[in-house]
T-cell receptor, first 112, second 115 residues
Framework: KNQVEQSPQSLIILEGKNCTLQCNYTVSPFSNLRWYKQDTGRGPVSLTIMTFSENTKSNGRYTATLDADTKQSSLHITASQLSDSASYICVVTPGSQGNLIFGKGTKLSVKP | KAGVTQTPRYLIKTRGQQVTLSCSPISGHRSVSWYQQTPGQGLQFLFEYFSETQRNKGNFPGRFSGRQFSNSRSEMNVSTLELGDSALYLC??????????????FGPGTRLLVL
């Protein structure tokens, strides 16, 4: 069964610190893996999209990595800011035209 | 460029009623996807429309249906509402089908409460 598991479920860090969020998937084959940021009460916003042949992709202070062999991805946030407080969702697309499969997200809280 | 808009933003219905939600994609985008988001299940795919044709469908009962118009605007309908249909319904648009690696842009969602 195609699944996307994220860890941790929630995380609290201090402003200015770095953190890494994990995403493990069992989807195979897969077309691409995405990370979204969702602020409370708003729709998700795309952070990165990686195909199976890409290892890393950055978007400002956000860096996503992908290991297609171990079926793991991570999202690293550098020098966290209060505005980084949000849920981060990992999404995998199976095959070339399959339906997107969403993880349940990691809820990040950045404290001053 | 205007973003994805959804109407209404909030809705309260009672069990057994039906509801229609509307989504206007970003200008030039031909794909619209619908998702249901609940605290327990997270985001779940409902269906995707591209050029007025349903391209993909998630694992939801037939009470959930949708359509897309020639101007790419989309509506989804839920008939015979159940308490478990209470959720945030999100739509997302992209230039082409979502599975192809195109960036999806989400609307703010419609929060539906079924009493």
């Amino acid at each position: 069964k195609n699944q996307v598991e994220q860890s941790p479920q929630s995380l609290i860090i201090l402003e200015g610190k770095n953190c890494t969020l994990q995403c493990n998937y069992t989807v195979s084959p897969f077309s691409n893996l995405r990370w979204y940021k969702q602020d409370t009460g708003r729709g998700p916003v795309s952070l990165t999209i990686m195909t199976f042949s890409e290892n890393t992709k950055s978007n400002g202070r956000y860096t996503a990595t992908l290991d297609a062999d171990t079926k793991q991805s991570s999202l690293h946030i550098t020098a966290s800011q209060l505005s980084d407080s949000a849920s981060y969702i990992c999404v995998v697309t199976p095959g070339s035209q399959g339906n997107l499969i969403f993880g349940k997200g990691t809820k990040l809280s950045v404290k001053p | 460029k205007a973003g994805v808009t959804q109407t209404p933003r909030y809705l309260i219905k009672t069990r057994g009623q039906q509801v229609t939600l509307s989504c206007s994609p970003i200008s030039g985008h031909r794909s619209v996807s619908w998702y249901q988001q609940t605290p327990g299940q997270g985001l779940q795919f409902l269906f995707e429309y591209f050029s007025e044709t349903q391209r993909n469908k998630g694992n939801f009962p037939g009470r959930f249906s949708g359509r897309q118009f020639s101007n790419s605007r989309s509506e989804m309908n839920v008939s015979t509402l159940e308490l478990g249909d209470s959720a945030l319904y999100l739509c997302a648009s992209s230039r082409s089908v979502s599975g192809g690696g195109e960036t999806q842009y989400f609307g703010p969602g419609t929060r539906l409460l079924v009493l």
